[in-house]
């Protein structure tokens, strides 16, 4: 047996959204993609160039955002509790607390979500003579209602959101979230 050899089960991307444009460490907002693991737990890195990464912190049970990527230290940029049971950042009810240089602290910010979801989502299919054809098009992960992931046509109102006094999910083409 080769113990330098693991498997993971985990998601192969997790979104990060909700933080703010207007307040500190917003740029940790987008894709993060599997990495590898890193103390025993899957890592993430940013899709994009930063290096920014998500990574287990085992001593406090924690999982990090951290913009300086993946490291062997308590540093971070926002964290959440991984309360023992977490083995993947990508769950929504993981409350996420964010650094606040102002305050000089971490601060707890419930807008900001961890999740699993498709980052877009096409509609396909409706004619475009029939009526509500507008539904077809691209929708974008904007954010979480409901405890779901919601999406957000680009340049319009219409939206894909879960609607939990049906138990479904819906395309709102009038109402929005």
Not at 137 to 143: F, M, S
Request: proline share 2%; hydrophobic share 35%.
């Amino acid at each position: 047996a080769d113990g330098t050899v693991f498997s993971v089960s985990a998601p192969a991307v997790v979104e990060v959204l909700g933080r703010e444009a207007s307040r500190e460490n917003v740029i940790m907002n987008g894709s993060y993609h599997l990495l590898g693991l890193h103390a025993g737990r899957p890592a993430y890195r940013k899709a994009d160039s930063s290096g920014h990464a998500i990574r287990y912190w085992q001593s406090e049970d924690r999982w990090l955002i951290d913009f300086a990527g993946i490291r062997d230290q308590d540093v971070c940029n926002a964290y959440a509790e991984a309360q023992g049971c977490r083995e993947n950042p990508g769950d929504v009810s993981i409350v996420w607390h964010v650094w606040e240089s102002c305050h000089s602290r971490h601060l707890t910010d419930t807008s900001v979500r961890c999740l699993s979801a498709p980052h877009w989502v096409r509609v396909s299919g409706r004619e475009a003579c029939r009526e509500n054809a507008a539904v077809n098009g691209d929708y974008e992960l904007v954010a979480v209602v409901e405890g779901k992931a919601a999406y957000r046509k680009r340049d319009t109102s219409h939206v894909i959101r879960y609607w939990k006094a049906e138990d479904r999910w819906i395309i709102d083409l009038e109402s929005g979230f």
